[in-house]
Antibody, heavy 115, light 109 residues
Framework: EVQLVQSGAEVKKPGESLKISCKGS????????IGWVRQMPGKGLEWMGI????????RYSPSFQGQVSISADKSISTAYLQWSSLKASDSAIYYC????????WGQGTLVTVSS | QSALTQPRSVSGSPGQSVTISCTGT?????????VSWYQQYPGKAPKLMIY???KRPSGVPDRFSGSKSGNTASLTISGLQAEDEADYYC?????????FGGGTKVTVL
């Protein structure tokens, strides 16, 4: 069974750094791109970026370029989304999603940034 | 890169058909045959319903169908059921990245 299991909810202060994870199982991790999607409270889905775990090629939405970093450790079938300095406006649920079709989604990670 | 345009809401009675439009540009919807549709219930992760404009993943009822004409893609739900009440999002490839629509709330009357 294909699964994407994300790390738990986070509460951070503005300016802090954060790295959340997404572990894939039930399939060959390097055969599918992994993407990240943001959903702010009560709002729609926003595509952030996507990465190929096999060669680390990464593409970002212009809205998120330079704001976040996507990476992966294929030895443990895990993708990451990272911030170096969080803002209150980064408070949202973040989903990882498999492939360019988005056929499997993680359960979401709630990130709360508040002073 | 602007979000694709969807109606905020559509509604229909059980058994009826509803169609959700998703309008983009020649740089996204009109330029590629890579439009997906997702269903999302409150508090839940989205679920893929249609990919590559009109393909249904295994397990998705054939009441759901997709199409595209020019810069506008559409999702049609035929024989509307109470369980179809949810938010629906389109998503298109936009040449090295993807873009979502703003989402449409489907209400079953």
């Amino acid at each position: 069974e294909v699964q994407l299991v994300q790390s738990g909810a986070e509460v951070k202060k503005p300016g802090e750094s954060l790295k959340i994870s997404c572990k894939g199982s039930g399939y060959t991790f390097t055969n599918f791109w992994i993407g990240w999607v943001r959903q702010m409270p009560g709002k729609g889905l926003e595509w952030m970026g996507i990465m190929s775990p096999s060669d680390s090629e990464t593409r970002y939405s212009p809205s998120f370029q330079g704001q976040v970093s996507i990476s992966a450790d294929k030895s443990i079938s895990t993708a990451y989304l990272q911030w170096s300095s969080l803002k209150a406006s980064d408070s949202a649920i973040y989903y990882c999603v498999r492939g360019d079709h988005g056929d499997y989604w993680g359960q979401g990670t709630l990130v709360t940034v508040s002073s | 890169q602007s979000a694709l345009t969807q109606p905020r809401s559509v509604s229909g009675s059980p058994g009826q058909s509803v169609t959700i439009s998703c309008t983009g540009t020649s740089s996204d919807v009109g330029g590629y045959s890579y439009v997906s549709w997702y269903q999302q219930y409150p508090g839940k992760a989205p679920k893929l319903m249609i990919y590559d404009v009109n393909k249904r993943p295994s397990g998705v009822p054939d009441r759901f169908s997709g199409s595209k004409s020019g810069n506008t893609a559409s999702l049609t739900i035929s024989g509307l059921q109470a369980e179809d009440e949810a938010d629906y999002y389109c998503c298109s490839y936009a040449g090295s990245s993807f873009v979502f629509g703003g989402g449409t709330k489907v209400t079953v009357l």
